[in-house]
């Protein structure tokens, strides 16, 4: 079932939304040389709490043998997808992170991830990043009532594919809200024309996750939580909460500056 939000819910996520961006905007002016995935997730904690939010991602209930996340971003380098628990690692030149955010606001969660390079990195290091941060755009395009989902998967695996990137089918976008995961659950690929049909107040968090390499992935057995790609390629991976309205896609997470939010 896909939960539809009245009008004043999409204002207090478009709240929730702004210290999510805001949060996310300073973490990737900080990720640089020399810092470590801990300190940043330091600082997006505090940044949150201090804007009146809650971290989501902090006490989620791990896979089955393993802890709680024990941090508040998902701080994922290099062959790490996604879900990557900040701590000791250094970022060193030449690296790309994924910053992923989840924040609790007024009771409703908003969720946006950016992927950084850190200092100088190769021309196809650069298109990875520059194409998946364009699949998230065609996606949110879609975005549209009368729209629907197989369209928006579609607009991400036909980009990506078409400049020969792997689009990661095992990870998808979803629906968020009163919780961080909502139905339905969004394959980054798909049909055209198939699928439910977007209604206004449905609110997804479209998270497209592209490869240099191979789409496959691995779980790391070490911590339960950190996903790679199976041929040790790197990926990039790029997100935000949006909503589906009269007037045209509305994202939620949209970065829009100076930001100072309730303390």
């Known amino acids: ?22 949060c996310l905007n300073l973490l990737a002016e900080n990720a640089r040389a020399g810092v470590t995935t801990g300190e940043l997730d330091r600082l997006a ?24 996340f024990p941090a508040s971003i998902c701080a994922s380098p290099n062959s790490m997808i996604v879900h990557g ?6 970022l060193k030149e030449g690296d790309v992170i994924s910053l ?13 991830a950016t992927t950084v390079a850190v200092g100088e990195v190769p021309p196809d290091t650069k298109g990875l990043l520059d194409t998946t941060q364009q699949c998230l755009a065609a996606a949110t395009d879609q975005m549209r009532v009368g729209k629907r989902l197989g369209d928006v998967g579609h607009a991400i695996q036909s980009l990506a594919e078409a400049r020969g ?9 979803h629906g968020v809200g009163r919780k961080m995961h909502e139905d339905p659950q969004i394959p980054n690929y798909g049909r055209p024309g198939s699928g ?6 449905m609110t997804f968090a479209i998270e497209p996750m592209i490869t240099l390499g191979s ?13 790679y790609t199976d041929d040790d390629s790197l990926a990039a991976h790029y997100e935000h909460t949006i909503a589906v309205t009269e007037d045209g896609p509305w994202v939620l997470t949209e970065f ?3 930001f100072r939010g309730r303390s």
Request: net charge negative; glycine share 16%.
């Open 1 to 22: 079932m896909i939960i539809r939000k009245s009008k004043s819910e999409l204002e207090t996520m478009r709240e929730g939304g702004k210290i999510t961006a805001a």
């Open 45 to 68: 904690e505090e940044f949150i709490y201090e804007h009146g939010g809650k971290p989501e991602f902090k006490g989620v209930p791990g896979p089955p043998g393993f802890a709680a």
């Open 85 to 90: 628990i900040p701590g000791s690692y250094r």
């Open 100 to 112: 992923d955010v989840g924040v609790r606001y007024d009771g409703f969660v908003t969720d946006s």
């Open 165 to 173: 990137y792997g689009v990661v089918r095992d990870l998808v976008s």
């Open 196 to 201: 439910p049909r977007l209604l206004p107040g």
């Open 215 to 227: 789409y496959g992935i691995y779980v790391s057995e070490r911590d339960g939580w950190s996903i």
């Open 256 to 258: 829009a500056g100076e």
